[in-house]
């Protein structure tokens, strides 16, 4: 198992496929946005949704911060593609089912999924805060605290 990137360490770049075969780069949004790149361990499951659902909510005021939200599972595009339906998320979910990118990241779970892991990253490309514990209902005011706090 990979080791988890820390503050301060430049963010493993990676490709994947969402919805539509668009592919989507972390180096998409260098210089663009601060990036809160989200690990979660399946659609459609209770904590899942609640962190989902948290950071839609909050997406107004984390647009006007700057900043991206994507998530990351192992799940298959189709399975990402219902889930956002299903809870009109408004933002990328990425289909990570080779594990290259959790693997990278160093939050592959015991039972092959991703952990509930999330890294903000600045408009550099560096990790600037690794939640290892999330409040799946208020991830997204957990985030918006944190791009204020670091001012990114």
Request: aromatic residues 10%; glycine residues 10%; contains cysteine.
């Given at each position: ?6 503050v301060?360490?430049?963010?493993p ?7 539509g ?40 005021e ?12 192992t ?10 339906n299903?809870?009109?998320l408004?933002?990328?979910l990425?289909?990570?089912k ?35 514990k ?5 991830h ?9 706090e670091?001012?990114?």
């Open positions: 198992m990979s080791d988890i990137p820390k301060g360490d430049q963010a770049g990676f490709e994947a496929e969402t919805y075969g668009e592919k989507i780069k972390l180096s998409d949004y260098k210089g663009k946005s601060t990036v809160a790149l989200y690990f979660y361990p399946k659609d459609n499951t209770p904590g899942c949704t609640k962190e989902a659902c948290s950071l839609r909510d909050g997406m107004d984390l647009q006007k911060l700057g900043v991206q939200v994507l998530g990351v599972s799940d298959g595009v189709k399975s990402h593609e219902g889930f956002r299903k809870f009109e408004n933002f990328p990425l289909s990570d080779s594990k290259d990118i959790i693997t990278a990241y160093g939050v592959e779970s015991e039972y092959g999924s991703a952990r509930r892991v999330t890294f903000l990253i600045d408009k550099s490309g560096v990790i600037r805060h690794v939640w290892m999330v409040k799946t209902a208020s997204c005011d957990e985030v918006v605290e944190m791009v204020k670091r001012g990114l």
